[in-house]
């Protein structure tokens, strides 16, 4: 290895929370005080509100150490709460993150989370304010606190939906999950022989996904370009039948989602059928995707007809009806709750 | 026993955060939106800023399930957050939590803690709106955020103490640290025998001061009433040595702090000499009291002098005369970094 590793109690809790914070520029003008003192100070805007937003990552239930670089997964807790934002379509502006870590893990590789911390604040101009650093008995948990801001006006909940209007996602889906599905079965051939290598090639998008997954935060630009406001909006993190039931039960409505007009990337659809899963069912039920479920008048359709990022899926029906999907074979199925519930994995 | 016990699988997570979320009543007029979207907002009013700060306790670092009955640990997650607020002077007003929970706890256990979170809300008027409650692979994970406002003049940051200005400190301390090694004495006294019922009589004080302790919110409106503006502050939470360096550092000064005018309750006195320890390391190297530790203009001393919650301990010095306290007995020590580190026991 010749590599030298530095233990944590070798430098202790002030100096390693010394050494990840430094190299955070400061990206908004909101931000008064930062890291260092009792808490974080933000100016407020007169007429802006503050959205805020909180994640837990925890090792062995939502990451397995084994197949995700520490990089990648500082990146994505920040993101999964900068896509929490976005479905509100507010303006990611601050972090805060506490992370809880066994001694076995070195400085050197607590550096490397930081790492993909700084660059997720970096592309999404948001800045790290605060936050804890401590041991745990076992394993790394990860808690993101994200926050935002928007205009009263602008901001856009899960229960304006009503009858008639269009339902609409933003990207593609199903990839995450199918990215995690082809990371599992490399790890269970890699235990099996460890002198295998990992056959990941043409599969960069899913892997992309479930390991570098974006948030929407573009999308509050795009709808004001398109002079565009969603009624009704959600980030897809359990999978479109989950989040899609929210989105429904709040608003006190039903759907009817069309099969044949979920989007896939044609990647996606390729490693479905390598693992003879059926797409549909990795969208519904996958989760990870972090794209956006929202729902606009019937009258906007010409708005976003024609736009790459935003692919009309369906139409709110009233609560009675319930959530259906009409299968690409003319049946209809019930969107029942089968989102992803971490509880019955643990 | 009789009871019925739920498993968290048996009822999933939604339901989990339903019953969890339930009955707590709105506190605050700023909380637009809490638990039930993707993010909870917050009106901002004009003029005020926002201070937020995150914490997270560990089980087994930072608690022992043992001794720590769990109302007492949500309450205590809370107050912990609401006393870095008091530390930067703002008034607390929202707080987010996250948890990450094995399966061998109980729904009703979880209900429990969620019981004193409820209770710390009440309290100190804070609004829970969110958070995230998932799975852990072992033990309990509670990290909390908490947000409150002030205006930027209100606002005391650690960094404006200057030379001959007062070191004033709020209570007493000490007292967090002895019920601590209290509730460990008897832990093992209970572990060589479990017969042996816990000797806790006449030492509620510090044992109090350990599980439920208090953030000291209530001094925001003290110093408005005494028209004293400190000029910086922080809060007493890894003992008065280790937040009397943060705030010398921050404020590139020194101190002379002295022995005998530390505060102590009498029951953390007897419970000292009972264990053999020094009252003054307690406070010194402790940590968990949450009392405030703040400076003043030395022309502000008679708005302080006969105030039953604030003690005048010492005074600033230069840089350069380092951190020092002089003894009882007229010897002078010095006050180097010894603050509780949680990784050094990791």
């Not at 406001?229 to 039903?254: A, F, K």
């Not at 139409?315 to 029942?336: H, R, V, W």
Request: glycine share 8%; aromatic share 6%; charged share 20%.
């Amino acid at each position: 290895m010749g590599q030298n590793f530095t233990t944590i109690s070798e430098i202790g809790e002030f100096e390693l929370i010394k050494r990840i914070t430094t190299e955070f520029p400061k990206n908004q003008t909101s931000t008064i005080a930062g890291i260092g003192d009792d808490a974080a100070v933000i100016a407020t805007e007169n007429l802006q509100q503050t959205v805020v937003t909180s994640d837990m990552l925890v090792e062995g239930v939502h990451f397995d150490i084994v197949y995700t670089p520490l990089k990648h997964l500082g990146y994505k807790a920040v993101v999964v709460n900068l896509s929490d934002l976005a479905a509100m379509n507010a303006k990611p502006t601050q972090i805060l993150i506490n992370i809880a870590i066994s001694s076995r893990y070195t400085v050197e590789s607590i550096e490397e989370l930081y790492d993909g911390v700084r660059i997720a604040c970096e592309e999404y101009k948001v800045d790290l304010i605060g936050g804890d650093t401590t041991s745990s008995k076992s394993g790394l948990v990860i808690s993101v606190t994200a926050i935002g801001v928007a205009k009263s006006e602008e901001i856009i909940y899960r229960n304006g939906a009503s009858k008639n209007q269009l339902v609409c996602v933003t990207g593609d889906l199903g990839g995450a999950f199918l990215g995690l599905t082809l990371l599992e079965r490399e790890k269970r051939v890699f235990l099996e022989d460890g002198n295998m290598q990992p056959a990941l090639e043409g599969f960069e998008y899913p892997l992309q996904r479930q390991l570098r997954p974006t948030a929407r935060t573009d999308m509050r630009l795009i709808f004001e370009t398109l002079n565009l406001i969603p009624t009704s909006m959600i980030d897809i993190s359990d999978g479109l039948s989950s989040d899609i039931n929210h989105l429904c039960i709040q608003s006190n409505v039903g759907c009817m989602i069309f099969e044949n007009k979920l989007p896939f990337d044609p990647s996606v659809i390729e490693l479905a059928a390598k693992f003879n899963l059926n797409s549909s069912l990795c969208a519904l039920n996958g989760g990870e995707d972090y794209e956006l479920l929202f729902t606009i008048q019937q009258s906007d359709f010409e708005k976003v007809k024609n736009h790459p990022d935003i692919s009309v899926i369906g139409f709110i029906t009233e609560a009675s009806e319930g959530m259906k999907m009409e299968l690409a074979d003319g049946n209809i199925i019930d969107l029942s709750m089968k989102g992803w519930n971490s509880f019955s994995e643990a």
